[in-house]
């Protein structure tokens, strides 16, 4: 069974800087598609980047230019780089990874992460 594993969450001040990493643990054949997402108290989760497996990334416009989103193929992993954060980044951030964990795998399956709280003071 695979899971994603978020770690780098926290508490910062408005202005500050936070790294989030996913790592899956499990066996993995491929993946597609991998991004990150968060949802707020009281709000829906919204996607916040996204990144394909050929490294083209794509952001939620109100973050474009704070965070930068990468990945490492040969691990598996993928990263959010906050800076400039605001205190409306606040909520719980969530990995997110289209794989496939056998190559006799017909499609990608969508998998999420269990979140990490980023909070973010003024």
């Known amino acids: 069974q695979v899971q994603l594993v978020e770690s780098g969450g926290g508490l910062v001040q408005a202005g500050g800087s936070l790294r989030l990493s996913c790592v899956p643990s499990?066996?993995?054949?491929?993946?597609?598609?991998m991004g990150w997402y968060r949802q707020a108290p009281g709000k829906q989760r919204e996607y916040v980047a996204v990144i394909s497996s050929g490294g083209s990334p794509k952001y939620l416009d109100s973050v474009k230019g704070r965070f930068t989103i990468s990945r490492d193929n040969a691990k598996n992993t993928v990263s959010l780089q906050m800076n400039s954060l605001k205190p409306e980044d606040t909520a719980v951030y969530y990995c997110n990874a289209m794989l496939k964990v056998s190559p006799l795998s017909t499609r990608f399956l969508e998998h999420w992460g269990q979140g990490t709280q980023v909070t973010v003071s003024s």
């Open positions: 499990g066996s993995i054949f491929s993946i597609d598609v």
